[in-house]
């Protein structure tokens, strides 16, 4: 009786791929979370009931830099993650 040969072993994926997807996907829920950051003061304000609008303005500007700084880390990964996949998959 023939030996059996050992359960077939998927291609490995090279560090390009697994690095890439990560950036993509934590690219994504950063925007996401870019979002959040600049609609969370608006709805705060709604919820206290309106008020003075000028220290609102004052007060809204810091998520408003913050929201901006966390976009853009997010496109930054987003185009981080797009390129390694491109070149993951062309050294195959």
Not at 3 to 16: C, E, I, K, S
Request: glycine share 20%.
């Amino acid at each position: 009786m023939p030996h059996a040969a050992g359960p077939a072993q998927a291609p490995r994926r090279g560090p390009f791929i697994g690095l890439g997807v990560t950036l993509l996907v934590l690219g994504v829920l950063g925007i996401g979370a870019s979002v959040l950051i600049f609609i969370l003061p608006f709805g705060l304000f709604l919820l206290g009931g309106g008020g003075n609008t000028e220290a609102f303005d004052g007060f809204a500007a810091g998520f408003q830099i913050t929201a901006l700084v966390v976009a853009v880390l997010s496109v930054c990964a987003i185009g981080g993650g797009i390129t390694l996949l491109v070149i993951g998959s062309r050294r195959r």
